[in-house]
């Protein structure tokens, strides 16, 4: 079996990601406000987002939503030792999906890419859940 540590790494750099995106969307928020686009109380009162800013919102929710059913699994993968190599790779590449989607997101945004990429993280996470399921009928 392989070491539980490895487990940790994907989330970890997810983690970065999402602390980017934090970052580029408090930057985009800023420059929005000094180029008079938006003022400050649209963001204290949650007004709609400025055009600057939109799709790094739109994006960091998006961190919010599958992501978090691959962090519980994550941690139960961890805590249960049911990783193995094809657990951590299958992290791995629900990872350098949601960088691939990001990427797509913020720069193009064609739905077109955004899509299968989606869908290749969805399914690594669904074929982790399904070893997980496996792994607790068998032990």
């Given amino acids: 079996m392989l ?11 997810h983690s970065a990601l ?9 930057r985009k928020r ?16 949650s007004r709609e987002e400025p055009p600057e800013s939109r799709a790094v919102h739109s994006n960091l929710r998006n961190q919010f939503e599958l992501p978090v059913l691959f962090y519980a699994l994550s941690l139960v993968l961890y805590v249960s030792t049911a990783d193995n190599g094809g657990t951590v790779a299958l992290a791995w590449i629900f990872v350098l999906s949601r960088y691939a989607h990001t990427y797509v997101h913020l720069t193009s945004n064609r739905l077109r890419y955004r899509r299968p990429i989606f869908m290749v993280g969805f399914f690594a996470v669904v074929a982790m859940w399904a070893w997980l399921a496996v792994w607790l009928v068998l032990n």
């Fill in 18 to 26: 999402v602390f980017f995106l934090y970052w580029l969307l408090s």
């Fill in 30 to 45: 800023f420059e929005a406000v000094q180029a008079g686009s938006a003022k400050p109380s649209h963001f204290r009162e």
């Fill in 3 to 13: 070491s539980t540590d490895a487990t940790l790494w994907p989330m970890l750099a």
